[in-house]
């Protein structure tokens, strides 16, 4: 089983400011098949990235990917108020399928 | 529209049975595996398995392996997430996903809502 660890657990930062977001997987993730998705309190998580790299579609651009292998990052270039939330790396690349613990991303 | 619609919240008690389910619409349901998802309250997320409506193949997670049942029912494109004997530990929101594999799996772009189940006394 692929274990994933982010990093940090919680990150406080001011609207505005760029977030980077960290995701080590315990082994190289197949066909670098890494997605990143937000979730909001009360809502289902939302696909932001996939491939490591590829912003899903209709996300905006100030959300980007990059990494392979088994070091992964999230970036978000510029913190938007409907950014705050939590945010789950997820290698579903190799049965069975997990997710990381995620990184809360709240307003300093 | 792709949409992934499940039933709504319940609240048991221990040792009941229960089954939760996820409608598909606006694609071909049966082509498509439908993935479960766990949320303990305050948790993250954890995928418990999957099945395949089309010929009801079916996987679980090691960890989830003989505690729920998945299934689909191909006719009525809906998806179903079942237990025989509810525990405290099963309160959290279950959400459906649509999973694809082609060429390799590809990523989760449609979830549905979640169903909330509470098993309290």
């Known amino acids: 089983e692929v274990v994933l660890t982010q990093s940090p657990g919680t990150l406080s930062l001011s609207p505005g400011v760029r977030a980077t977001l960290s995701c080590r997987a315990s082994?190289?993730?197949?066909?670098?098949?890494l997605a990143w998705y937000q979730q909001k309190p009360g809502q289902a998580p939302r696909l932001l990235i996939y491939g490591a790299s590829n912003r899903a579609t209709g996300i905006p651009d100030r959300f980007s990917g990059s990494g392979s292998g088994t070091d992964f990052t999230l970036t978000i270039s510029g913190l938007e108020p409907e950014d705050f939330a939590v945010y789950y790396c997820q290698q579903y690349g190799t049965s069975p399928f997990t997710f990381g613990p995620g990184t809360k991303v709240d307003i300093k | 529209e792709v949409q992934l619609v499940q039933s709504g919240a319940e609240i048991k008690k221990p040792g009941e049975s229960l089954k939760i389910s996820c409608k598909g619409s606006g694609y071909s349901f049966m082509h498509y595996w439908i993935g479960w998802v766990r949320q303990m309250p305050g948790k993250g997320l954890e995928w418990m398995g999957s099945v395949y409506p089309a010929d009801s193949d079916t996987r679980y997670s090691p960890a989830f392996e003989g505690q729920v049942t998945i299934s689909a029912d191909k006719y009525i494109d809906t998806a179903y997430l079942q237990w025989s004997g509810l525990k405290a530990s099963d309160t959290a929101i279950y959400y459906c996903?649509?999973?694809?594999?082609?060429?390799?799996?590809?990523?989760?772009?449609?979830w549905g809502q979640g169903t909330l189940v509470i098993v309290s006394t």
């Open positions: 082994q190289s993730v197949s066909r670098s098949s």
């Open positions: 996903a649509r999973l694809w594999y082609s060429g390799g799996w590809q990523p989760w772009n449609y």
